[in-house]
């Protein structure tokens, strides 16, 4: 079944200079061991490949079931210089969260959470 | 082992709020340390335009509005606890810590009155390496290429602004030790600002790399400020009492591990994902962060979520601090303007795309087309424009998109030719074009941003010390 990456996983983004970096946190271990296999660096590239991005370095935190991505030259010459409402790159994990991920349905249940759920004391 | 220290950040940027150290004063009269962050990337180059109109200007003036409400709060906390001063670390001074600190002692004597005097105030600079660049040669250029590009630094020398080293913990300590009740630095990397009372506190040595390291993260946890405590979280939503969201404190202990928490009677929330998602923002290699203190790697960090918004982050391993230190320079790169016009009705985005082609049309037609453009149609997947995020919210039916033009150029008449293109709009444009009310876009200088590396010999830090007195003359007594 093919799910939204918000349901496997919370992030984060800013800025780095011409780049800028998405941090992506799964929402348990089973959910970090799938993102590990399908959302890797030519898949973020992909996906964020109109901005345009020239590389995606990523980088794996397994002690925090976290992947940080690096969105090389992503911010086109930097905050100071970019002409875009998003200079700062601060709503590049909202957008990469909404990444469709290919889960098996035999995993489906121990992933995530449905969307509408509260998150309560999860977040 | 030496109690814990407790430092408090109570601002994240420029632009942050005022009132929030006069607040954590008052919510925790057992803090040691308040950290103010005023500096980010870009806040040099807006420092650097404000001085070219006003040569006293360079430090921002947000932070003598801040002390003027916390001023009455250390006076009282001097009385009451004569042993226990709260101390103050910025790095407010901007390109002008000097004329920062003057102001500074200026607005204690003021809202703190007579009990403000005796006061220290510790400057740290030295930062300030723009004659070093404007004056290197092309022998250099290589040795202070730009760190992302490797553009040769030749490609803007006769166009630099500022150019400042980003400082490590050892001039904060130094003042520290002449017993300064606030320190105002220039250009010092964002977790020195916390690193150094630490390091001072524990008296821990400069070789013990994992405790500086375990600093150097409780530090970056806290140098965002209410991020840590609930601010743009994923789960942001669910996060309780926003509008009194407490600023961060970190707890750090002896051996480097740290508690990051808030005050108890605030909103906001600290939990594990929250100090995870903070510990990822804007990072490159987890397994070396750096620092002009040290190098850190995140990757055998623990993050325990204790309860109670209290979590403890531990295991940081630290190795060298890198041999070179980061420079971050700006360069006159030209003018810009940007502005929006608000689209309601039937076909809003039709209608949008169509006024962007008539003030692109016009532009043309005078010969003036920014060298660099963006058109935007936000509230239809413009922020972020991907194919997969497009919104056709108006294919059938009433709706409304915000249209930002955006032009640059060197030549700023071009830029101000596309200023005046866009208003005409709000009588020739669609029915339903509102929301002009700004007026004409502004158009203002450019700075872009360099960053390079210097060799540490090159760099001398400068610390003194300013007593408050009524005068508020300036006695240096250290150098």
């Given at each position: 079944?093919?799910?939204?990456?918000?349901?496997?996983?919370?992030?984060?983004?800013?800025?780095?200079?011409?780049?800028?970096?998405?941090?992506?946190i799964?929402?348990?271990?089973?959910?970090?061991?799938?993102?590990?296999d399908?959302?890797?660096?030519?898949?973020?590239?992909?996906?964020?490949?109109?901005l345009?991005?020239?590389?995606?370095?990523?980088?794996?935190?397994?002690?925090?079931?976290?992947?940080?991505?690096?969105?090389v030259?992503?911010?086109?010459?930097?905050?100071?210089l970019?002409?875009?409402?998003?200079?700062?790159?601060?709503?590049?994990?909202?957008?990469?969260?909404?990444?469709?991920?290919?889960?098996?349905?035999?995993?489906?249940?121990?992933?995530?959470?449905?969307?509408h759920?509260?998150?309560?004391?999860?977040? | 082992?030496?109690?814990?220290?407790?430092?408090?950040?109570?601002?994240?940027?420029?632009?942050?709020?005022?009132?929030?150290?006069?607040?954590?004063?008052?919510?925790?009269?057992?803090?040691?340390?308040?950290?103010?962050?005023?500096?980010?990337?870009?806040?040099?180059?807006?420092?650097?335009?404000?001085?070219?109109?006003?040569?006293?200007?360079?430090?921002?003036?947000?932070?003598?509005?801040?002390?003027?409400?916390?001023?009455?709060?250390?006076?009282?906390?001097?009385?009451?606890?004569?042993?226990?001063?709260?101390?103050?670390?910025?790095?407010?001074?901007?390109?002008?810590?000097?004329?920062?600190?003057?102001?500074?002692?200026?607005?204690?004597?003021?809202?703190?009155?007579?009990?403000?005097?005796?006061?220290?105030?510790?400057?740290?600079?030295?930062?300030?390496?723009?004659?070093?660049?404007?004056?290197?040669?092309?022998?250099?250029?290589?040795?202070?290429?730009?760190?992302?590009?490797?553009?040769?630094?030749?490609?803007?020398?006769?166009?630099?602004?500022?150019?400042?080293?980003?400082?490590?913990?050892?001039?904060?300590?130094?003042?520290?030790?002449?017993?300064?009740?606030?320190?105002?630095?220039?250009r010092?990397?964002?977790?020195?600002?916390?690193?150094?009372?630490?390091?001072?506190?524990?008296?821990?040595?400069?070789?013990?790399?994992?405790?500086?390291?375990?600093?150097?993260?409780?530090?970056?946890?806290?140098?965002?400020?209410?991020?840590?405590?609930?601010?743009?979280?994923?789960?942001?939503?669910?996060?309780?009492?926003?509008?009194?969201?407490?600023?961060?404190?970190?707890?750090?202990?002896?051996?480097?591990?740290?508690?990051?928490?808030?005050?108890?009677?605030?909103?906001?929330?600290?939990?594990?994902?929250i100090?995870?998602?903070?510990?990822?923002?804007?990072?490159?290699?987890?397994?070396?962060?750096?620092?002009?203190?040290?190098?850190?790697?995140?990757?055998?960090?623990?993050?325990?979520d204790?309860?109670?918004?209290?979590?403890?982050?531990?295991?940081?391993?630290?190795?060298?601090?890198?041999?070179?230190?980061?420079?971050?320079?700006?360069?006159?790169?030209?003018?810009?303007?940007?502005?929006?016009l608000?689209?309601?009705?039937?076909?809003?985005?039709?209608?949008?795309?169509?006024?962007?082609?008539?003030?692109?049309?016009?532009?043309r037609?005078?010969?003036?087309?920014p060298?660099?453009?963006?058109?935007?149609?936000?509230?239809?997947?413009?922020?972020?424009?991907?194919?997969?995020?497009?919104?056709?919210?108006?294919a059938?039916?009433?709706?409304?998109?915000?249209?930002?033009?955006?032009?640059?150029?060197?030549?700023?008449?071009?830029?101000?030719?596309?200023?005046?293109?866009?208003?005409?709009?709000?009588?020739?444009?669609?029915?339903?074009?509102?929301?002009?009310?700004?007026?004409?876009?502004?158009?203002?200088?450019?700075?872009?941003?360099?960053?390079?590396?210097?060799?540490?010999?090159?760099?001398?830090?400068?610390?003194?010390?300013?007593?408050?007195?009524?005068?508020?003359?300036?006695?240096?007594?250290?150098?």
């Amino acid at each position: 079944m093919i799910i939204p990456l918000y349901q496997l996983a919370h992030a984060r983004s800013g800025d780095k200079g011409a780049s800028a970096n998405v941090g992506v946190i799964a929402r348990n271990a089973v959910a970090y061991d799938l993102l590990r296999d399908r959302l890797t660096a030519e898949a973020v590239q992909m996906f964020f490949a109109p901005l345009p991005v020239n590389r995606v370095d990523r980088y794996e935190l397994p002690n925090l079931l976290a992947l940080n991505f690096v969105l090389v030259g992503v911010l086109a010459g930097g905050a100071s210089l970019s002409l875009r409402t998003d200079a700062q790159g601060k709503a590049l994990g909202q957008a990469l969260l909404e990444m469709m991920i290919d889960v098996p349905d035999e995993l489906l249940a121990c992933v995530g959470r449905s969307v509408h759920q509260p998150t309560g004391a999860a977040l | 082992m030496q109690h814990v220290i407790r430092i408090g950040n109570a601002a994240a940027f420029w632009g942050d709020r005022i009132a929030a150290a006069a607040e954590l004063a008052a919510q925790e009269p057992r803090l040691d340390v308040i950290t103010m962050d005023y500096l980010a990337e870009v806040s040099m180059s807006i420092l650097a335009r404000q001085r070219a109109r006003d040569a006293q200007a360079g430090f921002p003036a947000d932070f003598i509005e801040a002390m003027a409400l916390l001023a009455p709060l250390l006076v009282q906390r001097r009385r009451e606890q004569p042993d226990a001063p709260l101390r103050v670390i910025t790095n407010a001074g901007g390109l002008a810590p000097r004329a920062c600190a003057q102001a500074c002692a200026r607005v204690l004597l003021e809202h703190g009155g007579p009990a403000c005097e005796g006061m220290r105030i510790g400057i740290v600079s030295g930062d300030d390496v723009l004659p070093l660049l404007r004056d290197s040669g092309d022998e250099d250029d290589d040795a202070l290429k730009h760190l992302e590009s490797g553009d040769p630094l030749a490609t803007v020398r006769d166009r630099l602004v500022t150019a400042n080293v980003y400082l490590g913990a050892a001039p904060i300590i130094e003042s520290l030790r002449q017993g300064v009740d606030i320190i105002i630095t220039g250009r010092v990397a964002d977790p020195s600002l916390t690193v150094a009372p630490c390091i001072w506190h524990h008296r821990w040595q400069l070789h013990q790399n994992d405790r500086i390291a375990g600093a150097t993260v409780a530090g970056h946890l806290i140098e965002c400020g209410t991020q840590v405590t609930g601010g743009i979280s994923t789960g942001w939503l669910d996060v309780p009492d926003l509008a009194h969201i407490g600023y961060p404190i970190a707890e750090v202990a002896g051996d480097g591990s740290c508690v990051i928490t808030k005050p108890r009677t605030t909103g906001g929330r600290v939990t594990e994902s929250i100090v995870k998602e903070q510990l990822l923002y804007e990072i490159g290699d987890p397994d070396a962060y750096l620092s002009p203190d040290v190098t850190a790697s995140f990757l055998s960090l623990e993050v325990h979520d204790e309860g109670h918004d209290r979590v403890r982050v531990s295991g940081a391993k630290g190795r060298a601090a890198p041999p070179k230190l980061k420079v971050s320079a700006t360069y006159r790169a030209g003018y810009s303007a940007a502005g929006t016009l608000t689209i309601v009705g039937r076909d809003a985005l039709a209608k949008a795309m169509r006024c962007a082609e008539v003030v692109e049309t016009r532009l043309r037609d005078a010969g003036a087309q920014p060298r660099r453009w963006l058109v935007e149609c936000l509230g239809s997947g413009g922020a972020v424009p991907l194919e997969s995020l497009r919104r056709e919210n108006d294919a059938d039916g009433f709706s409304e998109i915000v249209l930002r033009l955006s032009g640059a150029d060197e030549r700023r008449e071009v830029v101000e030719q596309f200023a005046r293109e866009l208003m005409p709009l709000v009588t020739c444009g669609p029915q339903g074009v509102t929301g002009y009310a700004e007026g004409r876009p502004r158009v203002h200088e450019v700075y872009g941003y360099w960053p390079c590396l210097i060799d540490r010999a090159r760099v001398k830090p400068i610390v003194e010390l300013l007593e408050v007195r009524p005068a508020g003359a300036m006695r240096e007594v250290a150098r």
